[in-house]
């Protein structure tokens, strides 16, 4: 990972930050993030990132829920402990089904969420580049990787071009680390400078 | 991109003034940038006091006992289960705001989502306290949990509706918890952006969890919220469901009914938001958010006030109906004699329920009345104490006249230490929800920006054109980007 070169532009309209996402992939730049304030739906397509199976997780971590209520209810009550309550079935099924449902929901957001923070990497003390501190206010930040064969010049004039403002080189580091938010921390302290273009 | 934004006019604009995304931020971010307000410290302090009190008295019933309490052998539950089940009903509303009324794509929620939910997890907080104080040796609260112990293992009974209570309540509190505070992180982020001390980076940089604002992030996020508000629909219906089972698998009269948890869910979700309004009347003109909490949501909730309150009336007159149908005299006692009558030591307490949950939210028939904050907020406080009433009669005019007339009980008033406790959780509540209003964003801000180039006000008045123009133009205007 460690630190990277991006070209940073701005922009401060959905209707014109779509357009733009669609320019710069035709063109074929790539497309490190988009920063947004907040969910734009169909942005996520534009950009050509695919659906997220979090849903999918969540399914089977409620499977898990259920299973485990059964499952260790009926252990408990029917194979462990046999109680007789007013002579009905040890097996009691109906009667099992509130705490089934319940564990199978629990189950399922714990995981979902705890899923969730895996993947977008999201912890308390977690801290991380976001190129412009308006991107939770209301810019929409539109970070685009360079390579060391990219033209920094032509890239700047290509995203202004396609409605970007105050469009600039920021070397950035990728990767979260620890560190609190009230100090200035750096996870490398010395910056990489971009490969030269041979 | 107009095309994807359009609403009708006729719908009201769920953001009033000029607002653009910047200025959404900048409104409710200042409460919470701004320093506390001497209001504000008074009634952090006043609720922090009863909160005192309410320790000392849990103390005293810790250090002596249940005696401490007027509960007595006939009358098991008294004040306890009844605040239990009143403060686990004001707990339904948030998630019902948040999830269901999401999963019905209703654009108003985001106004109300954020202070409501919050309000459910204080609630939920406080109901939580009287089932475990009540339980006398509280040391051995543990007992509840299927743990392996040394007694066999002996587990706990999974047949019992009172442990299907503990699951579904710790379940609900959980699951809410991280429903709010998953929506929170953007919210907390746009803070941490903004803070210019250095505690207040270090601390919303904490709470935030490094969120980012990435696309990907936000389709995840989207994804979370979807499914979290599918999970919590049928999950706020149980748990009041399992609270009624507490009452209706029993053979008591007057319990012993299968009307119970439409009726006990219906009443949930009206008293609930009863408290919502009791809140955000105050909340929005204190903190000066009546742009975005406006006229137009405080009539929403006064509707689904109105058809809940029938419900709930509905529902007490079919359970009249069912008592005297059913031709058990025992029943008959119950209803007839140990309710209706006013003569009866508790009749008065019935009829206190049925003016202020059936009579009383008639009113809100007429527009009008819906949107009168005064009113709003003078029956949202009758609603509660109807409510609570509700929960009284239930339980203790079940109990203290049963079967047998030679353990009929003496009349029941509570002592100074019962007083004490439910005066602390109300103490709980309020601290728990001064802090939030003065730490959290109580509007979700990112929430508020996704709706407002559809539902904004100077938004909408700027597509008002497209509803006469002709079709050509409108094509030629908005589908040149497809």
Known sequence: MGVKK?????????????????????????????????????????????????????????????????????????????????????????????????????????????????????????????????????????????????????????LQEAGAADVQIMHKETDWWWGRYGKETKRFEKQIPAQPVH | MSLLRYESHVRAPLVDGSKDYHQVTEDICRPVEAKPSKLWWMGFLISAALLVFGIISVTIEVIYGTGQWNLNKTIGWGWDITNFVWWIGIGHAGTLISAILLLFRQGWRTGVNRAAEAMTIFAVMCAGQFPIWHMGRVWNAFFVLPYPNTRGPLWVNFNSPLLWDVFAISTYFTVSLLFWYSGLLPDLATLRDRAKKKWAKSFYGVAAFGWTGSTKHWQRHESLSLVLAGLSTPLVLSVHTIVSFDFATSIVPGWHTTIFPPYFVAGAIFSGFAMVQTLLVVTRKVLGLQEYITIEHIEVMNKVIVLTGSIVGIAYLTELFMSWYSAVPYEHFAFFKNRLDLSSPYGWSYWIMMGCNVLSPQIFWSTRMRRNLTLTFFMSILINIGMWFERFVIIVTSIYRDYLPSSWSTYYTPTIWEVGFYLGTFGLFFTCYFLFSKFFPVIAIAEIKHILKRSGDNYKKGNLGIETEELEEFGHKNLEHH
């Open chain 1, 6 to 158: 991006f070209v940073v532009g701005n922009f401060y309209d959905e209707a014109i930050l779509f357009p733009a996402v669609k320019k710069v992939r035709r063109a074929g730049y790539k497309i490190h993030d988009v920063y947004t304030p907040h969910p734009i739906h169909g942005l996520d397509h534009a950009m050509g990132l695919r659906d997220t199976s979090l849903h999918t997780a969540g399914f089977i971590y409620g499977i898990i829920g259920t299973a485990t209520a059964v499952g260790f209810i009926t252990w408990a009550l029917a194979v462990d402990w046999p109680l007789n309550f007013g002579g009905k079935p040890f097996f009691s099924l109906p009667a099992w089904i509130p705490i089934a449902f319940e564990l199978t929901v629990l189950f399922a957001s714990v995981g979902m969420v705890l899923t969730f923070c895996y993947l977008c990497q999201l912890a308390p003390f977690v801290k991380k580049d976001h190129f412009n501190p308006r991107s939770t206010d209301d810019t929409f930040v539109m970070a685009l990787e360079c390579s060391d064969k990219t033209n920094d010049t032509e890239l700047i004039s290509f």
